[in-house]
């Protein structure tokens, strides 16, 4: 969909545990740039090159809820370095396949509980990208591959984002159905309609259901070559049937 939308069809998900019945505000969502001064004596006009990217989701404002291990006050209280966000950003409905969404894993700084218009809120401050989230992308902006639902294997198209090379993806995994593994991957097709075939080094290692809630961030090699469309994949071992998640692909060359 696109066009306009509101806050309320914003979604705050965060280390596999869905903030948005929690979350007033988030933001600035932000994407910055070190400006390199490049001028020498022979120019005629002073000349910059973009440097180092800088992502930061600002502040998560939320109304203080302390239900154990999942309420916001239960989640923020104590600050933590790279927490793996997803802000998905619906366009006047809930968010769906295709919408805009921010990812990134950024070291949160601080944590106060205060009263806001006679309301408990808590503030849960973020830095910048955290330095052992290890990414050689400066791309948090992407495209939503699977809203948060209860899904099994993926039979449906993806959408069409045009051709890239590299890129990265974060899944988000909130509950599961059964017991076992689970395996993401990214696929790519070169027609809509077409034979969709995992793309090389986008699939990620077995996850165990034991560890869920729980969320991660595969990146794809710079020179990995990704055909125009693309969807997510979830592969099952053991008894697991289905797993309740949402997906955000990143691509190195965006089509908007």
Excluded at 25 to 31: D, F, Q, S
Excluded at 51 to 77: C, Y
Excluded at 130 to 155: E, F, H, M
Excluded at 204 to 226: D, E, F, H, K, M
Aim: net charge negative; charged share 10%; with cysteine.
């Amino acid at each position: 969909m696109a066009g306009r939308t509101a806050p309320q069809w914003t979604r705050v998900y965060m280390d596999g545990y869905d903030l948005s019945g929690y979350a007033r505000t988030i933001g600035p969502l932000l994407v910055s740039y070190e400006s390199a001064d490049m001028t020498v004596m022979a120019d005629t006009v002073n000349s910059w090159v973009s440097n180092r990217a800088n992502f930061s989701i600002g502040t998560l404002n939320t109304i203080l809820d302390n239900t154990a291990t999942s309420g916001s006050h239960t989640l923020l209280k104590t600050p933590a370095l790279a927490r793996r966000m997803m802000v998905p950003l619906g366009i006047g409905a809930a968010p769906a396949l295709g919408d805009p969404t921010f990812c990134g894993a950024f070291d949160q700084t601080s944590y106060e509980g205060t009263e806001d218009a006679g309301a408990v809120v808590a503030n849960a401050n973020f830095g910048g990208w955290d330095k052992t989230a290890t990414l050689s992308y400066d791309i948090p902006w992407g495209w939503l591959l699977c809203p948060k639902n209860s899904v099994g294997v993926n039979a449906a198209n993806g959408i069409a984002q045009g051709s890239c090379t590299g890129g990265w993806f974060m899944y988000q995994l909130f509950s599961f159905t059964g017991a076992g593994t689970i395996t993401f991957s990214l696929q790519d097709s070169l027609l809509v309609g077409g034979a969709y075939a995992n793309v090389t080094d986008g699939v990620t290692g077995a996850i165990s259901t034991a560890n869920i809630p729980s969320c991660g961030i595969w990146a794809l090699p710079r020179a990995q070559a990704v055909r125009a469309f693309v969807r997510y994949q979830v592969a099952f071992g053991g008894a697991t049937t289905a797993v309740n998640m949402a997906f955000a692909w990143m691509p190195n060359v965006h089509a908007y």
